[in-house]
């Protein structure tokens, strides 16, 4: 497994302003992802964060709205632009552990209120 | 359309009572199936289930696969307030991706 630190922890936001989550890894990892947990949902992924590379997102995300960057193998970051109440959510990322099976662990996540 | 269901949605239960959580899945491409514990904000790992039949075990919890009639359950006995959480269930559909889709999950409450 991997040691994922996320921040920040929970944050409260007024509507129109972007935050950016910061995703540490400590280790080397090929993949990272950035899934959306919306209050009583489970959990829906954003978009692979590729190093190097721009971000390949999910259906139903754009970059425009969630900007990544993937610097290096170890760090990657999510931006939630133009915040409004429906971006509340807890915001997670994870990685990839490479395997026959693929075995996915995750941050800590981060909560956002969005007022 | 691919998808994760599981059941019950939510259980409330006393110490010591045993619980069985389900999880099925309509996939193409099955390739693994996990099983989480969400009690704050981030899922720990407890399974990957990728035969059919063959139980992981891990103290008071155990999980098998079904890849016939395509469900997992999740037993947990002698049930503690520390189990209180949300189980996640999800499916890994591609060879050599990462991507999964989730289910909703079942919140388990124990009261003591």
């Known amino acids: 497994s991997a040691v994922i630190s996320q921040k920040p922890s929970r944050d409260i936001c007024q509507r129109g302003t972007s935050l950016t989550i910061q995703c540490q890894v400590d280790s080397q990892v090929t993949m990272m992802f950035w899934y959306r947990q919306q209050p009583g949902q489970s959990l829906t992924l954003i978009a692979t964060?590729?190093?190097?590379?721009?971000?390949?997102?999910e259906s139903g995300f754009v970059i425009d709205k969630f900007p990544i960057s993937r610097p290096n193998l170890t760090f990657s970051t999510l931006t939630v632009s133009n915040m409004s109440p429906e971006d509340s959510s807890i915001y997670l990322c994870s990685v990839g552990i490479s395997g026959p099976y693929n075995e996915q662990f995750f941050g800590p996540g981060t909560r956002l209120t969005v007022l | 359309e691919d998808k994760v269901v599981q059941s019950p949605l939510s259980l409330v239960v006393h110490e010591g009572d045993t619980v069985t959580l389900n999880c099925s899945y309509e996939?193409?491409?099955?390739?693994?199936l996990l099983w989480y514990k969400q009690e704050k904000k981030a899922p720990t790992f407890l399974f990957m289930l990728?035969?059919?039949?063959i139980e992981k075990k891990s103290g008071r919890l155990s999980s098998i696969l079904d890849k016939k009639e395509l469900f997992s359950i999740l037993n947990i006995t002698a049930t503690q307030t520390g189990d209180s959480a949300v189980y996640l269930c999800a499916v890994n559909m591609v060879a050599g991706t990462y991507k999964y889709i989730f289910g909703t999950g079942t919140r388990l409450k124990v009261l003591a």
């Open positions: 964060a590729n190093q190097g590379s721009e971000a390949t997102y």
């Open positions: 990728t035969s059919s039949g």
């Open positions: 996939v193409t491409n099955f390739r693994s």
